[in-house]
């Protein structure tokens, strides 16, 4: 199979540096450039990058030499890349206009921004949950004017371990309502412990937009596709609380749930074990070969322990119980930059390549 050759804005940031580290030897996507802000354009990616090199691998050797271009030279960019990836720190008006710049250079763009969560025409997508809704990419073509070029983005870091948990058991039992406590990880701040020393034996009570997002994106996410847009789901009710504790890597949640016609806990067990979605049938290179583990043990997941399950792609699952006052409740973790962030922006990039829209 041809190599698509593939660009990172973005390259010189913590999600940037999670692409980076992706690419590296990946079966149909080959790193030809790197860009960022113009503070780092013009150096070589390691100076650019420099003490900021935040992952637990070393830098890539064909990332080392690559000259960081300047994001906002778009031409030039898309005239080396069949796609993008993109993840900046920038106003949302700004991402908006530079996203919709690449995909009007008839250059396809995967974000793990923000901005554009909410357009209409824009599918965002967990590809074990949504794929169908790539299909609104016929319809933003046409808004944009574009032959190959449109923008698919990424939901939320803070989601990525909940919403695949209720997904398998939403419709058939008829989630009505879930209050959820999520527990995020300070990288998912593109921070680190000695850029970030005020969160060492802390905790922060708010995250800005977190919680509007943990409630409304897996709504999108578990809408239709109806006249060239995607129309939010309607239920369940999602209440959620965003803290920010001192962990490196692995955003929990601590989640409650109640359905219409309550399911016993082995019916949730089984559903959960049994759960695979198109990114599983169609064996994408990133996808884990179960989404969902569970865990029996009563102190599992433990962030430090269970963040990389299967390259940290997958999300693990426990403490499942009765409760009081809702029908059910348990914990999950997911690693936020990997399936939250960048190997979720990876795995949807193949999904969009298995069905021919980076050709
Ligand atoms: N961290 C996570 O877990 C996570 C999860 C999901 C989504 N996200 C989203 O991903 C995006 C990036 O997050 P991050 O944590 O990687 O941020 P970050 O570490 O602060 O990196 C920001 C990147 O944006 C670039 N940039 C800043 N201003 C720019 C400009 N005017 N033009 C072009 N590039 C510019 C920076 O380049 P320079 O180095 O040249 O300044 C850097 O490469 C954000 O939208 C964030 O909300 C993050």
């Not at 789901?233 to 504790?245: E, F, G, H, N, V």
């Amino acid at each position: 199979m041809k190599k698509y050759r593939v660009g990172v804005v973005g390259a010189t940031g913590m999600v940037g540096q999670r692409f980076v580290s992706l690419l590296e030897a990946h079966p149909w996507f080959q790193l030809c450039v790197v860009a960022a802000s113009a503070r780092s354009a013009g150096k070589t990616y390691e100076e650019a990058v420099g003490s900021r090199w935040a992952m637990p691998n070393p830098m890539p050797e064909e990332a080392k030499k690559l000259i960081v271009m300047d994001a906002s030279q778009v031409e030039a960019v898309t005239a080396q890349v069949d796609f993008v990836f993109c993840a900046v720190d920038m106003k949302k008006e700004e991402i908006k206009a530079l996203e919709e710049a690449y995909a009007k250079a008839e250059c396809p763009v995967v974000s793990n921004n923000s901005a554009n969560r909410f357009t209409p025409d824009v599918p965002m997508v967990v590809p074990e949950i949504n794929a169908d809704h790539i299909e609104v990419i016929q319809a933003q073509r046409k808004r944009l004017g574009t032959r190959r070029g449109f923008i698919a983005v990424k939901s939320n870091c803070s989601l990525q371990s909940y919403v695949p948990a209720l997904h398998p058991l939403r419709e058939e039992f008829g989630l009505n309502k879930v209050l959820v406590c999520t527990y995020q990880a300070i990288s998912g701040a593109g921070k680190t412990f000695a850029t970030w020393p005020e969160m060492v034996d802390n905790c922060i009570p708010y995250i800005g937009g977190e919680e509007e997002k943990s409630e409304q994106e897996p709504l999108k996410l578990w809408g239709k596709v109806e006249d060239g847009q995607i129309v939010s789901a309607s239920s369940p009710a999602i209440t959620a609380q965003c803290l920010r504790i001192p962990v490196s890597d692995g955003h929990m949640a601590a989640v409650f749930m109640s359905f219409d016609k309550k399911p016993t806990k082995e019916e949730i067990l089984d559903r959960w074990s049994r759960f695979e979605g198109p990114a599983q049938k169609l064996d994408l290179p990133s996808a884990p070969k179960h989404f969902l583990h569970y865990f029996e043990q009563a102190d599992r997941p433990q962030t430090k322990l269970d963040r990389n399950l299967e390259n940290g792609m997958a999300v693990s699952v426990g403490r499942l119980r009765e409760d009081t006052q809702y029908d059910y409740k348990f914990v999950c973790l997911s690693h936020n930059t990997l399936r939250g962030a960048a190997g979720g922006g990876v795995l949807l990039a193949e999904l969009l390549a298995a069905k021919g829209y980076f050709d």
